[in-house]
């Protein structure tokens, strides 16, 4: 079975690094959300969220009500991270200094990385 390509967004910094993008859902970002944060330059969101969780439980306590608050929570980050993780990675990007390059097709981002290196450098 070939693995589905998708469309990644190529960024380059003035050092000549290179990162890329995927549009739509971060399934790493959803399962790790402030340990991906932080992994990725964004450590005030991170930290915050982190914070966030234990200060809601601290506050509530544990009992079954205040864990089920605790796992709505949870749950609710876990998405927000899906859905947003590779829009907050780009904006990362842009603040220190990654311009857009280009966008091209890969199976994941080392890939497209590489065929970005081949087609265009």
Known sequence: MVPKLHQYQIWKHPSG??????????????????????YRGSWV?????????????NTLGTNDIALEIVNYFVLATMIIFGI???ILME???KAH??????KVMGW????????????YL
Request: charged share 15%; proline share 0%; no cysteine.
């Open 17 to 38: 690094k290179i990162e890329a993008t995927k549009n739509g859902w971060s399934w790493v970002a959803f399962f790790l959300n402030f340990i991906w944060a932080i």
């Open 45 to 57: 969101l991170g930290v915050a969220v982190l914070l966030a969780f234990i200060t809601l439980i």
């Open 91 to 93: 904006a990362n990007l």
């Open 97 to 102: 200094g990654y311009q857009l390059e280009t």
């Open 84 to 86: 947003f993780g590779n």
């Open 108 to 119: 994941n981002a080392e890939m497209a990385i590489v065929r970005f290196k081949k087609l």
